[in-house]
């Protein structure tokens, strides 16, 4: 599987990794031995690159990932900026679990935090090193009005404790998993970073990340993998978009992508997926399959030749950004 480095380090990464969030539930309802069926499966497929986070139910994903990356050949990212206090909350699903561990996450990205964050993930996955490690969720998106105090800690304490773990070789990279452009732009101003793990932001239904994310990052050699490929769903069929119900526009908008991805004989998530990776900027794409079958189909996805027209003709009709590559015409 082809591989590309992350930022200007040596670590390479395949541009096609596996998202650990539904093994953790989040919207997504399967257990731990349909989890163990997924990895295995990527693994046996040839995929090294994997993602999870503390927040994936409250430590299911963590376990499960760690449980079968453990002696395998493999590189990992994970994330700081929550820690799991005991405890389980009321009503899971209004963090979008099913079943999670028991236990509350508390946002912390003060330099305590992070370090605190990053061992006890270390032991809840049962391995010896992460390899590039994620500020998670930092921004207004998630925050909102709080996010100034979040950010002060970030930039007065927690990048330094993530310089600190790679510049002493426990991590290879450092970066921030968001969804939003802005909170990474504000990033480039506290830190050198290694990568940004943007999710939705670039994708066949939005480019917004081109106007300024992605020429600011170029300039200073942060890279970013592709998160939400399919935009929470939306992009494979269902009614998600963004993590809620998608609004009329996102959905007629879908319906053209859609339109013209039939009328050339292609399955539109196969052009989602494919189209990120035309960008120099992006180093990898990580959707997160739901079952053994999702991925099976995001394999095949991701070898299906697209005819050129297929892209000119979605430009033709404004429906991605003229600045955009595409395959076969990248930058």
């Known amino acids: 599987?082809?591989?590309?480095?992350?930022?200007?380090?040596?670590?390479?990464?395949?541009?096609?990794?596996?998202?650990?969030?539904?093994?953790?539930?989040?919207?997504?309802?399967?257990?731990?031995?349909?989890?163990?069926?997924?990895?295995?499966?990527?693994?046996?497929?040839?995929?090294?690159?994997?993602?999870?986070?503390?927040?994936?139910?409250?430590?299911?994903?963590?376990?499960v990932v760690g449980d079968q990356l453990r002696g395998k050949n493999y590189i990992l990212s994970s994330k700081v900026g929550r820690l799991l206090a005991p405890g389980a909350v009321a009503t899971p699903m209004d963090f979008g679990m099913i079943d999670p561990l028991p236990f509350h996450p508390v946002y912390?990205?003060?330099?305590?935090?992070?370090?605190?964050?990053?061992?006890?993930?270390?032991?809840?996955?049962?391995l010896d090193r992460i390899d590039i490690l994620l500020a998670h969720d930092i921004?207004?998106?998630?925050?909102?009005?709080d996010n100034a105090k979040h950010f002060k800690d970030l930039q007065g304490g927690g990048y330094k404790a993530m310089a600190e773990l790679r510049a002493d070789g426990r991590v290879q990279a450092i970066g921030l998993g968001v969804n939003e452009n802005q909170v990474c732009l504000d990033a480039l101003n506290i830190g050198r970073w290694d990568v940004f793990l943007l999710a939705g932001r670039y994708t066949l239904l939005e480019q917004t990340a081109?106007?300024?994310l992605f020429p600011a990052c170029d300039v200073v050699g942060t890279t970013i993998i592709c998160g939400g490929p399919f935009n929470s769903g939306i992009l494979v069929g269902r009614e998600m978009w963004n993590y809620n119900n998608a609004p009329k526009a996102v959905v007629n908008k879908v319906k053209a992508l859609g339109?013209?991805?039939?009328?050339?004989?292609?399955?539109?998530?196969?052009?989602?997926l494919q189209f990120p990776l035309a960008?120099?900027?992006?180093?990898?794409?990580?959707?997160?399959?739901?079952?053994?079958?999702?991925?099976?189909?995001?394999?095949?996805?991701?070898?299906?030749?697209?005819?050129?027209?297929?892209?000119?003709?979605?430009k033709s009709q404004a429906l991605v950004h003229e600045d955009a590559p595409t395959p076969g015409h990248a930058l």
Do not use: C
């Open 139 to 145: 921004g207004t998106f998630q925050h909102g009005d």
């Open 279 to 314: 960008h120099n900027t992006v180093t990898s794409v990580i959707p997160g399959p739901r079952s053994k079958v999702e991925l099976e189909e995001i394999l095949q996805w991701q070898s299906i030749k697209i005819p050129n027209e297929f892209w000119a003709s979605l």
């Open 1 to 63: 599987m082809e591989k590309r480095n992350v930022g200007k380090t040596q670590l390479k990464i395949d541009v096609l990794g596996l998202g650990g969030a539904p093994l953790g539930g989040n919207f997504a309802d399967l257990d731990y031995a349909q989890g163990i069926e997924i990895i295995s499966a990527a693994l046996d497929a040839g995929m090294s690159y994997f993602d999870t986070a503390p927040w994936y139910g409250f430590g299911r994903s963590e376990r």
């Open 259 to 272: 339109a013209v991805a039939d009328k050339y004989g292609i399955p539109l998530p196969a052009a989602a």
């Open 210 to 212: 081109l106007d300024e």
């Open 108 to 126: 912390d990205y003060s330099y305590d935090g992070v370090m605190r964050a990053f061992e006890d993930g270390l032991q809840r996955l049962g």
